[in-house]
């Protein structure tokens, strides 16, 4: 019998809002608002701001005098330099290179941290920490369950967030945290995101989901704050360009290969996978992650297959027609030697040959780059 499906908090909220509910990485969570659609949620994102329940992630409260070296140890980054209310992208590999997740960690003291992973390597992700934890001085806690995270993005995000809180968010570098009050409910505040636009993902008490959910909405309505689902959620991070696990990035799938590298520190000393990753940056991959352009009239969809002459040589990861630019893109792997700009490929749709070209990435430029 397959496992039972898990519901957020906010389950009966979304039912609401006409929210239409799928399956996904083992919970049930809406794709989009039926009375929107998810090219209405992506534009608000774009233009105001959206607000994403995101209760399917998880987090990993981490403490004890070697927080930093096991973190050091267990992931990619070099964090030994990351302030308190510092916030840092990074992976945890595999000795063979593989990504195990790629995550967020938050610094909220000298010897506390958060490591925030994705929702369908929960499970996976603490067991691998623990394992990993013998003979480090750590504590390491799976608060997924009695945390709650909503995430709020867009280019009003701030102005909507700043009247219910009394932390001043001027003050509040990107990728930073800040532990705070927040429609007065203990908030963990993150300056981060996933959508490429300026934005705060909120970590509260599980109790007060719904009284967070629609003070924000109704705080935003005004701003044209919308909520926002799944599908939306996907095409703003495939637009920057964002990596998603299961599709850019996995376990037969290194950070070299997926363009991830700058995220990987060889100085900082020994890490899980150092070496296959090193050699892979001295050798070079077979295969690395491209984006791409349609030349034929064609969209896109993961899954479908990347062919030079004929033979089948990658898959697309994500593609789709991107709502922000009009474009149909994708990303895909392909052997390195097809990976310059302008190289010519062929997306094989319904068995059909379709001509593209290697772009450059990101499709969108995300705000926090401009």
């Known amino acids: 019998m397959a496992d039972q499906l898990r519901r957020t908090a906010l389950y009966d909220e979304h039912l609401k809002l006409n929210g239409r509910i799928v399956p996904f990485a083992g919970w049930e969570l809406p ?4 009375h929107l659609g998810p090219t209405v949620e992506h534009n608000a994102v774009r ?3 959206g607000l994403f329940d995101i209760d399917h992630m998880g987090q990993v409260d981490v403490r004890g005098p070697d927080a930093l070296a096991f973190l050091q140890y267990i992931q990619v980054g070099d964090m030994s330099d990351l ?3 510092g ?5 945890m590999c595999y000795g063979d290179g593989g ?7 938050y610094r909220l003291a000298e010897e506390r941290w958060w490591v925030v992973i994705n929702a369908s390597n929960r499970a996976k992700d603490v067991t691998w920490m623990q394992a990993h934890a013998a003979g480090f001085d750590v504590t390491l806690d799976d608060i997924s369950d009695a945390t709650y995270m909503l995430a709020l993005q867009g280019p009003k995000a701030q102005e909507i967030l700043q009247r219910l809180t009394p932390a001043d968010l001027d003050a509040m570098p990107f990728h930073s945290c800040l532990e705070t009050e927040v429609a007065g409910i203990s908030t963990l505040l993150g300056a981060t995101g996933y959508t490429g636009e300026y934005g705060y993902e909120l970590f509260f008490p599980v109790e007060q989901a719904a009284a967070m959910w629609n003070a924000l909405l109704a705080e935003g309505q005004a701003d044209g704050l919308l909520p926002c689902g ?3 959620r996907d095409s703003l991070r495939f637009e920057p360009c964002l990596p ?3 599709h850019e990035i996995e376990q037969d799938i290194d950070p070299i290969s997926a363009r991830l590298g700058w995220a990987v520190s060889f100085s900082k000393g020994d890490f899980v996978g150092r070496d296959a990753l090193l050699k892979l940056k001295l050798e070079g991959t077979s295969h690395l992650l491209v984006g791409f352009e349609m030349v034929d009239k064609a969209v896109p969809r993961g899954g479908y297959s990347v ?6 040589v990658g898959e697309v990861t994500t593609g789709m027609k991107s709502p922000t630019t009009g474009r149909f893109v994708g990303l895909a792997y392909v052997p390195a030697d097809h990976a310059k700009l302008g190289s010519a490929i062929d997306i094989v749709i319904r068995d059909q040959p379709k001509r593209a070209v290697v772009v450059r990435r990101p499709f969108y430029l995300a705000a926090y780059r401009r």
Do not use: K, N, W
């Open 244 to 246: 998603l696990y299961g």
């Open 47 to 49: 233009s105001a701001a």
């Open 87 to 91: 916030a840092r992208y990074s992976l």
């Open 307 to 312: 062919a030079l002459d004929g033979e089948v």
């Open 31 to 34: 794709v989009q608002y039926d």
């Open 83 to 85: 302030p308190v209310r």
């Open 230 to 232: 799944l599908a939306a």
């Open 99 to 105: 990504v195990v997740d790629d995550i967020f960690v």
